[in-house]
């Protein structure tokens, strides 16, 4: 998997960079047909007195871009909830292509009619 991790206002330390990509072999775990993902970590400074960092992951499935995004004042606690989201949106879609709901067509019993 292609991975790239930006930071927005923001310096990427080696040790935020580590700590996303062993959150993210989580996911991988579950789901192996990842082809690549963005992952941008941002600080939003508002008025307020407390800045707001956020992390927004693009993933790009097979068959499928998966969009998330998490906001929250301390950046690791963000991280955790992005993967969260991330985790349960990946086992939806995989449950998604790996359901059979229908059975197919030709193992279907046919009713058999009365001879007349």
Known sequence: MNLKISG????VTPALREYVVAKLERVLRHFDQVIDGTVLLAVD???E???????EVNLHLKGKD????SA?????AAID???DKLDRQ?????DRLQGHQHEAIKYVPVPEQPAS
């Open 72 to 76: 929250n004042g301390d950046l690791y």
């Open 49 to 55: 007195k407390e800045k707001r960092q956020r992390v």
């Open 45 to 47: 400074n508002h008025k």
């Open 8 to 11: 927005h206002h923001l310096e």
């Open 90 to 94: 990946v086992l939806r879609y995989k």
């Open 81 to 83: 909830m992005l993967i």
């Open 66 to 69: 998966i969009f998330v995004e």
